[in-house]
C-alpha cells in the first residue's frame, strides 16, 4: 500500500488542503491518511472558507504562516482563499518540487449535485489538477459537529492508494463523496455522474437596530435528478461516490447549435 | 429588433449582473443595451469582486438597497458577491417574476480560456443558467481604464437578440468575448471552445512595517493551448468569441476509465 516500498528512493510529495480550515478535523484526518503514502505538506485557510468555489485574492495582500514543521509533515496557513492556499503551495512554499499528489478535504458535508460548483473543497482540487498535479476532492455527508471522520478512513486510504497507482489524465480531477454510516455499511464504491439539482434560495429579510434591512441566505437542494449514476444517489444509496470533473466546461453539442444561429457582425 | 414587436402584451424581462460593480462602466452600457429589448432590472456588487468565481456568502448578512427606480429600470447593489446578486435578485426581488434573460457584465478584461473558472461574471450567467434562464456573460479583452465600451456595443446587440430569438437549451450558457479594436475591425463570431492554458501565479514576498511577511498574487496565462478553435485564438485574431458552457462537469469517458480502476471497500 505505501509507495515507500516501490520507489524507497524518494516518497511521493502529498500536498493537503481543504476549505473548513486549518483547524478542522477533516484535514487532519486527510494529512493523517496521506502520512501513510508520502511526505506530507497541508495548508489551509486560517478558518472556514465554505462556499468560496474558484475565489482569489489579488486585490488584498495574503498572510502565510508555518505552524509546524516535523519529519514528513510541514503544516500552513494563510489568510487567503482555499485555490489562493493551492497557488501559494504551489507557486512558493513548493515551487522548486514535485507535488505528485494533491487531496482536499475531508470536507464537512456533501459536495456531490450541483454543489460542485459553489465548493471550495472542489475548487482546490480543480485548481491542483489545472497545474498538471493529480487531484482528489473528499467529503463526507455529514453536518454534526461531533462527527470524528473515522468512516471515511477507508474510502480515502483506497481511493489514494488508487490514484497514485493508475495516475489520473490531463485536466480531470476527482470527486469523492462518502456517506455518513458506519464503514461495514457502506455496500461499495460508484462511478457517478453529476446530479443536475438546483440549490433553492429562502431568503430571510431582517431589520439592523438602526432599521435598515439586511438579509441572510438560506435554502435547500431541489432534488429532481435522483437516477442510478448520479453522486447524489449514490451517497443516498449508502455508495461511495467518484465523480470525474473535466476542467474543460465546453458543450460540443451546442457548438454545432450555436452554427445555426448565423450571427452576422 | 425589438421584442416588443413581436409581443406587445409583455415586454422580456432581462436581470443585468456584473462582477465589476454598480459603478462600472461595462453594466451601464449592459443595461443600456438591454433596454432596448425589454425591461430591465439592474443588480450588482457594491464595489469590485473580480476573481470571486462562485464564490457565495451564508455565514455573514447581506445588504441590499434599491438605488433607482425609472420607468422600465430599476437598480439594486449588494455588499454580497455576484453569485449573491444573482440569487437575491431571483430569489426575493423577482420572486414572483419569469426573468427571460440573465446577461453578465460586460466585464472589463478577458474571460477567455482559464479565465472562466476564476471569472465572477461568468459565475453569474451559470448562476442564471442553473434556475433556468437564458444566461449570456460578456467580457471585452481591454486593459485601459479609459475604455468607453462602444466597441463592444454591436456584438452585445447582436448576440442578446439571437438568445431571445432561439433561447439556451437547459444546463447551458454563453460566455462572449469580445476583442478590443473598432467595431469595423471585427472580423466576425467565431464559436469555440475553451482553451485549456494554465494561470501561471507569481508570488511577491513583501515585509510589512512590523517585519511580518506578506505575499501580493500575480501572474500570466501561459498559452500552451492555441488552436484555432479556441476563444483564446479567436479573440487574439479579431473575432468575437462565443463559447457554450455546460454546468455539468462530468467527464463521460473518465467515467468508463475509473471502472477499471477496481476499488474495493
Not at 443536475?196 to 435598515?212: K, S
Amino acid at each position: 500500500m505505501n509507495k515507500k516500498e516501490k520507489s524507497p528512493e524518494r516518497k511521493p510529495l502529498i500536498l493537503v488542503v481543504n476549505d473548513d480550515g486549518i483547524n478542522a478535523r477533516g484535514i487532519r484526518m486527510l494529512g493523517n491518511i496521506a502520512q501513510e503514502f508520502g511526505r506530507v505538506v497541508m495548508i489551509a485557510p486560517n478558518n472556514g472558507r465554505s462556499g468560496m468555489s474558484h475565489a482569489i485574492t489579488f486585490a488584498l495582500p495574503l498572510r502565510l504562516r508555518k505552524i509546524s514543521h516535523c519529519e514528513g509533515l510541514e503544516i500552513y496557513k494563510t489568510s487567503g482563499t482555499p485555490v489562493d492556499a493551492v497557488k501559494l503551495a504551489l507557486s512558493h512554499i513548493l515551487k522548486d518540487e514535485k507535488v505528485d499528489l494533491l487531496v482536499s478535504g475531508i470536507n464537512h458535508g456533501s459536495n456531490a449535485s450541483i454543489s460542485v460548483i459553489y465548493s471550495a473543497t472542489v475548487a482546490a482540487a480543480i485548481e491542483g489538477c489545472l497545474h498538471g498535479i493529480p487531484s482528489v476532492a473528499f467529503s463526507v455527508a455529514d453536518y454534526n459537529n461531533n462527527y470524528d471522520f473515522e468512516s471515511a478512513r477507508t474510502p480515502v486510504q483506497k481511493v489514494i492508494q488508487a490514484a497514485l497507482e493508475n495516475g489520473i489524465p490531463p485536466h480531470i480531477c476527482l470527486n469523492v463523496n462518502i456517506p455518513n454510516i458506519p464503514a461495514k455499511e457502506v455496500k461499495g464504491i460508484k462511478i457517478t455522474r453529476q446530479a443536475l439539482n438546483c440549490w433553492q434560495e429562502e431568503i430571510e429579510a431582517r431589520q439592523y437596530p438602526a432599521d435598515t434591512p439586511y438579509f441572510w441566505m438560506g435554502g435547500s437542494l431541489q432534488g429532481i435528478d435522483n437516477e442510478k449514476d448520479t453522486d447524489y444517489w449514490a451517497i443516498k444509496h449508502n455508495y461511495v461516490s467518484l465523480h470525474p470533473i473535466n476542467v474543460d466546461w465546453t458543450d460540443q453539442a451546442m457548438m454545432q447549435e450555436l452554427k445555426k444561429w448565423k450571427i452576422k457582425l
